[in-house]
């Protein structure tokens, strides 16, 4: 996957042993769905050396949510970006979902977990578990036309923050319909509950380019984005709106 | 709460891919147990280095500049330079990088939405530090 993971868990995570189950988890993730090794799952299934079936089981389920997210973006989502198969835009997120799912499956009520700037968050900060009296988590939105600061900041509880944009690694997400890098949005965040579902939405909306994404992003159910755009306008959909931090 | 940092993987087709896969854990009141002193920095602070990370492009290594528990500030002590994408990396990646280190501590965001990381040479480096200062 290539990418940084960061928990900020209760100490009950490192003493009932969930946090490092999550992190195996993303190093099995790693092991057998990298496109960066040869002799992953995924690399195998690219030339066609193996089928599904001879693949971890979690491939077929990966399978389903890419066509899934595919068939509702038009097209702008795919889990062949630029024709070789690379599922990465939605395992990411949906690993680091799982990661939290394991956290909270143990018992934690308060965590974040951050993949690669695609955040999951359950609770709040400085919260004793279940009491609803914590605050949410502060989940600052980079800005990507003015590296090292804060586009703004969401107020994040039980739900995931993803981010796609040509920050740091300059463009990359192709438009699958015309093969070459999208353009016209600088970044785009969805918020919702899932992490798997946001990261892949993301991309695909950013895909999309501003005007379209921003009607498809409108009639997303439980999801909501944040879009800044090359000129460094931006905008959001009425749901993002409960989301903005303002303390 | 307690922060962990796990440095996954970086071989991804980011700026700078790492070549190798380690994994790290560590507690952040770790990091910063054991001052060493430093003569040019101001009372208070000092500077650790990290390990040199090769990367596909080219080494790099990451000085942070402690105080108490925080990190004050990140030097890029070395970086790819010998192409027009190194020196990218040099001028848009590093500095963003740095500045989500800084701010992903600061006690009023938890975390950073829409940074990458894929810049694995600096990620390793930096956490090299961190355990260099406990």
């Known amino acids: 996957m290539g990418t940084v993971v960061s928990f900020d868990v209760p100490g009950s995570a490192r003493r009932n042993g969930s946090l490092d189950a999550a992190i195996r988890w993303l190093h099995w993730v790693d092991r057998v769905f990298s496109p960066y090794r040869a002799d992953s799952d995924v690399s195998l299934l690219a030339r066609a050396e193996v089928t599904v079936d001879a693949c971890a089981p979690e491939m077929a389920e990966v399978l389903a949510a890419c066509a899934f997210v595919r068939d509702l973006s038009g097209g702008y989502f795919t889990a062949a970006p630029g024709g070789q198969f690379d599922p990465s835009g939605y395992v990411k997120g949906w690993a680091v979902e799982r990661a939290a799912a394991l956290l909270a499956g143990a018992g934690s009520a308060d965590h974040v977990v951050n993949g690669g700037g695609d955040v999951q968050c359950a609770g709040g900060r400085g919260g004793q578990g279940g009491d609803g009296g914590c605050e949410p988590w502060r989940v600052g939105i980079a800005d990507p036309l003015r590296p090292g600061r804060l586009a703004l900041v969401v107020g994040a509880s039980d739900c995931a923050v993803a981010t796609s944009g040509t920050a740091e690694r300059g463009p990359h997400i192709l438009d699958p319909h015309t093969g070459r890098p999208a353009s016209g949005l600088a970044s785009l965040t969805i918020v919702g509950p899932s992490l798997a579902l946001a990261d892949a939405y993301a991309t695909a909306a950013f895909a999309m380019g501003p005007a379209r994404a921003r009607d498809w992003t409108a009639s997303l159910e439980d999801y909501a984005a944040f879009a800044i755009t090359e000129a460094g306008g931006t905008w959001h959909t009425p749901g993002f709106a409960r989301y903005i931090s303002t303390a | ?134």
């Open chain 2, 1 to 134: 709460m307690r922060r962990a940092i796990l440095a996954v993987t970086a071989t991804v087709a980011g700026l700078v891919a790492l070549l190798s896969f380690k994994t790290h854990s560590s507690s952040s009141e770790r990091t910063v147990a054991s001052p060493q002193p430093s003569a040019s920095l101001p009372p208070g602070e000092r500077a650790i280095t990290g390990n040199v990370a090769n990367t596909a492009y080219g080494p790099v290594q990451v000085q942070v500049v402690v105080a108490t528990t925080k990190i004050v500030k990140v030097n890029v002590l070395e970086q790819p330079e010998s192409t027009q994408h190194d020196l990218q990396i040099g001028q848009f990646a590093f500095p963003k990088l740095i500045g989500e280190t800084l701010s992903a501590q600061s006690a009023r965001i938890d975390s950073v939405s829409g940074a990458t990381y894929t810049s694995g040479g600096y990620i390793k480096s930096l956490q090299s530090a961190l355990d260099n200062g406990a």
